[in-house]
């Protein structure tokens, strides 16, 4: 239902692109845990794969939209919503304690190619290696460091809000033509990787060993 949610929202903002978006979770301190794993977790290989293209198929549509995206990233992000946030052109993190970073390879399940490319691209390719293949979590200040972070600030909506205004403001249309000339490459990139990485992913979501942990998850989560 949220893939659903999300590309129709997605389609409206490629018919009327706006000045800029921001993406974020409001007063809540979590920005994106990730995946309903109680729900996720049950679905067999046909419509886990329809689940992860139309997931992936919206990480695109981000990236190829012709407006800049600012993450507001005032809680933790976490597996797929880590990667939601990667889609996005810049990320401002909000201070305190938070977690952030790719948790799959704790399930036995890959971090898909095409977040890997993401990751890389946002940061370098040796601090997306690293946190993709160790599951490490990292704070704000070690975002920033890294360069997943553009900004830090104290209330991340209010910052978010702030510099979205002002990509809006610039005239004409160089500010989402500058982010194309880009983007596009880098999609085509991701969309690749994804393509050709599918089948070996999926193959790690369904080994003994990740449908163990996740259903061991499952279990914690649900109590």
Not at 14 to 42: H, N, Q, Y
Not at 90 to 108: A, I, Q, T
Not at 129 to 146: D, K
Request: charged residues 20%.
């Amino acid at each position: 239902a949220l893939i659903s949610e999300l590309s129709a929202a997605m389609v409206d903002l490629e018919r009327s692109p706006p000045g800029a978006i921001v993406l974020g979770a409001g007063d809540s301190k979590v920005f994106s845990a990730g995946f309903d794993l109680p729900t996720v977790g049950e679905y067999d290989p046909e419509h886990l794969t329809a689940f992860f293209v139309g997931f992936l198929g919206i990480v695109d549509r981000m990236l190829r939209l012709p407006c800049p995206i600012v993450a507001a990233v005032g809680g933790h992000a976490i597996a797929g919503g880590f990667i939601l946030s990667l889609a996005c052109d810049f990320r401002v993190v909000g201070s305190g304690r938070k977690k952030l970073g790719l948790s799959e390879v704790d399930l036995g399940a890959a971090v898909p190619a095409g977040a890997q490319v993401l990751l890389a691209e946002r940061t370098s390719p040796q601090v997306a290696r690293y946190l993709s293949q160790t599951a490490a979590l990292i704070g704000p200040e070690e975002a920033f460091r890294v360069g997943y972070a553009d900004e830090l600030a104290d209330d991340a909506n209010a910052r978010a809000l702030e510099l979205a205004a002002s990509l809006a403001a610039k005239p004409g249309s160089a500010v989402a033509t500058t982010k194309l000339l880009l983007g596009a490459e880098l999609a085509d990139r991701v969309q690749t990787a994804d393509r050709v990485g599918m089948e070996p992913f999926l193959a790690t979501w369904f080994s003994t060993e990740a449908q163990a942990a996740i259903a061991g998850l499952v279990r914690k989560l649900k109590g």
